[in-house]
């Protein structure tokens, strides 16, 4: 079994500030673990993903993220938030063979205040 | 450019009303998939698909039917057994990694999304 726990629906931060999002997951085989970003009324967009090595996982838009098994997290960080980073995020789980066995989670939005 | 259509953007039903949902990708992809979209619910998949004329129920399948006639389409109904169809839906679509030791790192590729509303 596996789930995903974001903490934090909503996240407001000040443009230029430190942008931190949280994802723990739960899994019981070695986990693969996506963050993906929704602006309003569109699909989602894959951000970044992690399923082996580095584990400090580097994305676009100026997005990081590292995996911590100790901790069984997953928390994406941006140095510095813009405008237009301002839209909803969402952390998901896989496994090695999952096919089809994505797990999201319920999604932080994150406001950017000028 | 390469991508997934989904149409219409907003739909509306009426009581006992099935209506179908339209996507389609120019991705070549082999799998598709349908999710729905609940305000602070995340995403939870209804159907999916690794190969045309074959589909699998995903969490949520009950009051919803799907086909796979061809490649580049995967259209949802939505049916009047389907008691709280209001949601977002999503189309995705994926490159399939079966056979390659690499299952389970898709990337999805999504739709903009159908807002279905009931009347």
């Known amino acids: 079994a596996q789930s995903v726990t974001q903490l934090g629906s909503h996240v407001s931060v000040s443009e230029g500030a430190l942008v931190l999002l949280r994802c723990n997951y739960s899994?019981?085989?070695?986990?693969?673990l996506f963050w993906y970003v929704q602006y309003p009324n569109q699909g989602l967009q894959l951000l970044l993903k992690y399923t082996t090595g580095a584990t400090l996982v580097k994305g676009i838009n100026g997005f990081e993220a590292e995996f911590k098994k100790s901790e069984t997290s997953f928390h994406l960080t941006k140095p510095s938030a813009h405008m237009s980073d301002a839209a909803e995020y969402f952390c998901?789980?896989?496994?090695?063979?999952?096919?089809?066995?994505?797990?999201f989670g319920t999604g932080t939005k994150l406001q950017v205040i000028p | 450019d390469g991508g997934i259509t989904q149409s219409p953007k907003y739909l509306f039903r009426k009581e006992g009303q099935n209506v179908t949902l339209s996507c389609e990708q120019n991705l070549n992809h082999d799998a598709m998939y349908w999710y729905r979209q609940d305000p602070g619910q995340g995403l939870r998949l209804i159907y999916y698909?690794?190969?045309?004329?074959?589909?699998q129920k995903g969490d949520i399948a009950e009051g919803y039917s799907v086909s796979r006639e061809k490649k580049e389409s995967f259209p949802l109904t939505v049916t009047s057994a389907q008691k709280n169809p209001t949601a977002f839906y999503l189309c995705?679509?994926?490159?399939?990694?079966?056979?390659?030791?690499?299952?389970?790192?898709?990337?999805?590729?999504f739709g903009s999304g159908t807002q279905l509303s009931v009347l």
């Open positions: 698909s690794q190969i045309v004329n074959d589909f």
């Open positions: 899994s019981s085989v070695p986990p693969y």
């Open positions: 998901a789980v896989s496994h090695s063979g999952g096919y089809q066995k994505v797990t």
């Open positions: 995705a679509s994926s490159i399939d990694l079966r056979g390659t030791g690499k299952t389970g790192q898709e990337k999805l590729f």
